[in-house]
């Protein structure tokens, strides 16, 4: 089955600089690759994906890019701000086709201090 | 407004106890999900459904178990809690075709 890994666990940066989470995923028929936000105490919230057919896309200070022959994919966030303090996921699955399960990686900690 | 609602947000008892976490969801979602997630830490799928009638386990083991009758409610039960179970319960759905799965509140759950 899919296996996810996400790297770094925790991450510091200041605010106003850019900060970058890479995933890694198994299972190459994976096309569907979305990335959750997950405040202290909330519910995890869909902030960008991507779809194998693309190799990057943009959503003003967020942007994430997929390279589908290393089966990896990423996140940035520019010029980041205190607010974007907080747990991501990235996740992947095969979409579309059967089953959508969604396989997580674990987190990475995002600290923007001012 | 559409939305996923979870009942109870917060539910302390205590061990032998039988409780079901309610789910339920506006958004005209056909497949529905159950994870579990300690705070802060990986989510962990324990059941899902493809819709009326359909239920598998997940890729967590889970003693609890679930039921779909109505395409918006998807109930999870334990028939006895244990300190083990403490832990934060969340739901989701998504639609079909589409991937996006959205999330519940959740209820945290402490097993005394």
């Known amino acids: 089955g899919e296996n996810v890994e996400q790297h770094p666990s925790t991450l510091s940066v200041q605010e106003g600089d850019s900060a970058v989470i890479k995933c890694t995923y198994s299972?190459?028929?994976?096309?569907?690759f979305p990335w959750y936000k997950q405040e202290l105490g909330k519910r995890p919230q869909l902030i960008i994906d991507?779809?194998?057919?693309?190799g990057e896309k943009k959503d003003q200070r967020i942007a994430v890019t997929l390279n589908k022959t290393a089966k990896h994919f990423s996140l940035h966030i520019t010029e980041t701000q205190p607010e974007d303090s907080a747990v991501y996921f990235c996740a992947a699955s095969r979409g579309n086709t059967g089953f959508q399960k969604l396989v997580f990686g674990t987190g990475t900690r995002l600290l923007v201090s001012p | 407004e559409a939305d996923i609602y979870q009942t109870p947000r917060y539910l302390v008892i205590g061990t032998g106890k039988k409780i079901t976490l309610e789910c339920s969801q506006t958004?005209?979602?056909?497949?529905m999900y159950w994870y579990q997630q300690d705070p802060g830490m990986e989510l962990h799928l324990i059941h899902y459904s493809y819709g009326v009638n359909s239920t598998e386990k997940g890729d967590l083991s889970s003693e609890s178990t679930v039921s779909r009758i109505r395409t918006e409610h998807f109930p999870l039960t334990l028939e006895s809690a244990r300190p083990s179970h403490t832990s934060q319960y969340l739901c989701?759905?998504?639609?079909?075709?589409?991937?996006?799965?959205?999330f519940g509140p959740g209820t945290r759950l402490t097993v005394l």
């Open positions: 991507i779809r194998s057919n693309v």
């Open positions: 299972d190459s028929a994976s096309n569907y």
């Open positions: 989701a759905s998504s639609r079909s075709p589409g991937n996006e799965q959205f």
């Open positions: 958004m005209g979602h056909d497949k």
